[in-house]
């Protein structure tokens, strides 16, 4: 059974930072794509950043291009999502998911329906 548990977040001021993770576990390759999805109160979950398999191919949304930084640990069976220069619209619940491996990585952005495996939300709250 695949299960996923992220974690990392917080409370952080406007222009912090913090590095969510997302273990998983019941895989028996790491050819499998990482999607970090975030959702905030009245609006609709949206896909941030993704890697789209063991290659490490990566995709950003415009929003947090240059900010966010999505990397995978595949002896560890984790993912991470590097958040630095939080602003106060990064505040959301985030999601990390994964899918088949996929490309172009891209992909990830626009089809929120080829990641079946979900885990359960972490927290990030950044005060102005």
């Known amino acids: 059974e695949v299960q996923l548990q992220a974690s990392g977040g917080g409370l952080v001021q406007a222009g912090g930072s913090l590095r969510l993770s997302c273990i998983t576990s019941?895989?028996?390759?790491?050819?499998?794509?990482i999607g970090w999805f975030r959702q905030a109160p009245g609006k609709e979950r949206e896909a941030i950043a993704c890697v789209s398999s063991a290659d490490g191919r990566t995709a950003y949304a415009d929003s947090v291009k240059g900010r966010f930084t999505i990397s995978r640990d595949n002896a560890k069976n984790t993912a991470f999502l590097q958040m630095d220069s939080l602003k106060f619209d990064d505040t959301a619940a985030y999601y990390c998911?994964?899918?088949?491996?996929?490309?172009?990585?891209?992909?990830?952005?626009?089809?929120?329906?080829?990641?079946?495996?979900w885990g359960q939300g972490t927290q990030v709250t950044v005060s102005s």
């Open positions: 019941g895989f028996t390759s790491d050819d499998y794509a």
């Open positions: 998911a994964t899918a088949p491996p996929f490309q172009p990585a891209s992909l990830c952005l626009t089809s929120r329906g080829l990641f079946g495996q």
